[in-house]
């Protein structure tokens, strides 16, 4: 069956069928050929490339022209994209920096939160999650575009050389901890806040992380839930219940918060599901 797969799908893809007749793949060529994707390793595809990408394309085209109306093709376009990226980590996103320093997010995110900072207009933004500071220096020189709003960001670990910013206040401590809540709460005091999480991406820390601050933030505003594409949406499948399970037994406990789905509109986000708005 290998064998017949492949001479079809060389034969189809030689004569220039598939270009003009997706129909050319009969349904037995396409079972068969199935079968022998599931089998082959990455180092038996190469004679497979040309003619898998032939019928791909055609799919991509008929997507594109008839707007979207493939959202399984879509979903395969934007999903393999989505774990290309995230998996050369020592290439994309580790290898990403505001003005020099390390901010471990793809660009696409960053301009989210940009359009967020602008519609909510927050005085605060408590991040969970700090590493290098680049984030913070990020969100604090978009405040500064803006003339308002400061930065408390809150982590585990201390890092010498942190961007030093009047906006920006580092915090030591776990972003579930009472003590580090509390000094929060008196730098916030009734003020309008929006929470980025990015800390532990356990789903036990992140529901934790949930519960302790979705109360603070205004109706309008937002919790953003980092890296939900975790443990298999679509990246890193070992990598245990993570930010997206977090969320989803968040929001069948509280009805005061639901998914802005607008946020998906670049397709690709790490945070899929994670941009969390008061609604009540
Ligand atoms: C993904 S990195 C943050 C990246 C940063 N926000 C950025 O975009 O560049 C996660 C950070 O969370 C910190 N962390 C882990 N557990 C934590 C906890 N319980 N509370 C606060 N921070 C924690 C780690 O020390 C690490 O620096």
Request: glycine share 8%; charged share 25%.
């Amino acid at each position: 069956m290998d064998a017949f797969a492949v001479g079809r799908f060389r034969t189809l893809a030689r004569r220039g069928e598939l270009g003009r007749d997706p129909g050319a793949v009969d349904a037995a060529t396409a079972y068969a050929f199935a079968q022998l994707a599931k089998r082959v390793g990455p180092d038996a595809v190469a004679g497979l490339e040309q003619p898998v990408l032939t019928v791909f394309g055609l799919l991509a085209d008929a997507n594109l022209a008839k707007g979207g109306e493939l959202p399984a093709v879509e979903r395969a376009i934007v999903d393999n994209f989505h774990r290309l990226y995230y998996h050369r980590l020592e290439q994309t996103w580790k290898q990403t920096y505001w003005r020099g320093v390390h901010v471990w997010k793809n660009p696409l995110d960053l301009w989210l939160y940009q359009e967020i900072l602008h519609d909510v207009a927050p005085e605060v933004i408590v991040e969970a999650g700090t590493k290098f500071g680049g984030s913070a220096y990020f969100l604090a020189n978009m405040c500064d575009l803006m003339g308002r709003g400061q930065i408390v960001t809150i982590d585990v670990t201390e890092q010498p050389n942190r961007p030093q910013h009047d906006r920006i206040t580092y915090l030591t401590g776990s972003s579930t901890d009472t003590a580090v809540i509390e000094k929060v709460d008196r730098i916030i005091d009734g003020k309008r806040i929006v929470v980025l999480l990015d800390s532990d991406h356990s789903a036990r820390h992140v529901l934790a992380e949930l519960r302790a601050w979705h109360d603070r933030v205004p109706v309008g505003s937002y919790v953003i839930v980092e890296d939900t594409n975790v443990h298999g949406h679509p990246v890193f499948p070992n990598h245990g219940p993570g930010p997206m399970e977090a969320v989803d037994s968040f929001l069948a406990e509280n009805d005061q918060f639901i998914i802005d789905e607008s946020m998906h509109k670049f397709f690709m986000t790490f945070n899929p599901r994670g941009f969390l708005k008061r609604i009540a």
